[in-house]
């Protein structure tokens, strides 16, 4: 027979496995809510950074757009076109990015004078660093999947934090809704935890979500699923583990001797892309890229960070005729939600105040984060981790077993890495008992611990 409350070993257990998420959150949630933090700010940061590339005093007509290419592979000898950038004001540099031994470099051009005003590699630039920071540590797919899965325990610590939080016979909403600020060091830190969390779940839940495609193992999962149940329309438009989808297959080709050489561009055809893409207003920036194939088309495809506003045509160069044109709407339902879920969780859906939601659920998170990292340190026991001890072990009432298997099969990442704990409790631990000790694990596992 049980000598604890009802319910006190559910919340005992909650409480354990909310530490356990917590504890390895911590540093990659202060990571993620900073790196994503600037990121949000991107169009301030960068319009602010290339500003001197766009004030260019006018000298007459520009150059034709075969002039600018030529010196903008002249600035990068032996590269070739891989994308115009659309000037977007009429003093601004025209960026063209070409492309050498797999390295592209962005050059900024002088459309009237030819005249190179900056060379930059493509990848060191910094928000395709800051980009890396954020969903790969800089450590390409091992670093996806570290932060894929951080952020699976992120979502598991919100929820089991949702648990925890939820008044059991109180009364008030004092230490619920707001912070006791006079009640002392435990007590203020305890409410500033909680109560942030409870403010912060929601738009942190949606934040974390909406970030998933970019990762490698739900991406690709996802990618897999489409698959399998037919609901592909087209190559998606963001990354998946730093790389499209396509990029993956073009490099697996490239291995087995089945890279090709980029089509020749004939004279006068990128000038007639540009003449045929201006009355259809494409959002900005908009990538010009020239075919692959001799005789395929040109590709001009708008990069606008809110992703409703993209769209894509194919152009034959040799014609100007437009091939085929796709809007958003035209893309896949699957495609459309994740779409408005990137362009929120970059800050750009609806403007300045979809950056400012997104900074304070990063500044709550992080404070989140920080003020469980204190209570954590300020009541560990010496010579022990400090997690919850385990009352003993609770029923797997169907309810629970189904939102763990669907969470599971929703976020593999987060199923593979809940095996991984379980087989090292069940197994590796039963032969290290000071291991136990440390994690406040009974003598044996199964056994209940009593008060």
């Known amino acids: 027979m049980s000598v604890h409350p009802p319910g006190t070993r559910w919340y005992n257990a909650v409480w354990r496995w909310h530490f356990y998420a ?59 076109l891989r994308k115009y950038i659309l000037p977007q004001a009429p003093n601004a540099a025209v960026r063209i990015i070409v492309t050498r031994g797999g390295q592209d470099s962005r050059v900024y051009l002088d459309p009237q004078r030819l005249r190179v005003l900056a060379v930059e590699r493509e990848n060191r630039r910094l928000f395709p660093l800051i980009s890396r920071l954020h969903g ?39 230490g619920v809704a707001y912070p006791r600020l ?3 060091g435990r007590l203020f830190w305890r409410d500033l935890h909680a109560v942030t969390g409870i403010w912060v779940s929601l738009l942190a839940l949606g934040l974390i979500l909406t970030g998933l495609p970019w990762a490698k193992g739900w991406g690709s999962y996802l990618v897999e699923i489409r698959t399998l ?42 000038a007639r892309v540009i003449a045929t893409t201006r009355p259809f207003a494409v959002a900005p920036p908009v990538l010009i890229s020239p075919p ?5 088309a040109w590709s001009v495809t708008s990069d606008a960070a809110n992703r ?52 304070l659920t990063a500044l709550f998170l992080a404070v989140l984060a920080i003020s469980g990292a204190i ?41 593979a890495s809940l095996l991984a704990v379980l087989l090292v409790e069940t197994s590796l631990l039963r032969r290290a008992p000071q291991a136990r000790y440390w994690l406040g694990l009974p003598a044996r596992l199964g056994n209940v611990t009593k008060r």
């Not at 390409?140 to 016979?169: D, F, H």
């Open 308 to 359: 409703p506003l993209r769209s894509e045509l194919k152009v034959d160069g040799a014609t100007g005729r437009v091939v085929s044109r796709t809007g958003f709407a035209q893309r896949h339902w699957i495609d459309r939600v994740i779409g408005y879920g990137i362009a929120a969780h970059e800050g750009a859906l609806v403007g300045i105040a979809n950056q400012i939601v997104g900074t």
């Open 229 to 270: 149940t037919g609901t592909t329309r087209g190559p998606v438009d963001w990354t998946i583990g730093g790389k499209p989808p396509v990029a993956a297959a073009d490099e697996h080709a490239g291995h087995r001797g089945m890279a090709m050489a980029p089509a020749a561009i004939a004279p006068g055809e990128l």
């Open 136 to 174: 790969e540590l800089l450590i390409g797919t091992v670093g996806s999947y570290i932060v894929e899965a951080a952020a699976c325990w992120a979502i598991v610590m919100l929820l089991t934090g949702l648990y925890l939080w939820w008044p059991r016979g109180r009364r008030g909403w004092a």
């Open 375 to 415: 209570m954590w340190w300020r009541r560990r026991p010496l010579g022990r981790l400090g997690a919850p001890v385990p009352l003993s072990h609770p029923r797997f009432g169907p309810a629970l077993v189904a939102l763990i298997v669907a969470l599971a099969l929703y976020m593999p990442m987060f199923g």
């Open 182 to 184: 006079r009640g002392g």
């Open 22 to 80: 917590g504890l390895c959150c911590i540093p990659f949630v202060i990571w993620l809510a900073l790196t994503g933090t600037i990121y949000l700010w991107r169009p301030q940061l960068e319009g602010w950074l290339d500003r001197r590339y766009d004030q260019i005093v006018p000298a007459g007509q520009a150059a034709s757009p075969d002039a600018q290419v030529a010196a903008a592979r002249a600035a990068v000898p032996g590269s070739t």
């Open 292 to 296: 692959k194939v001799a005789g395929w």
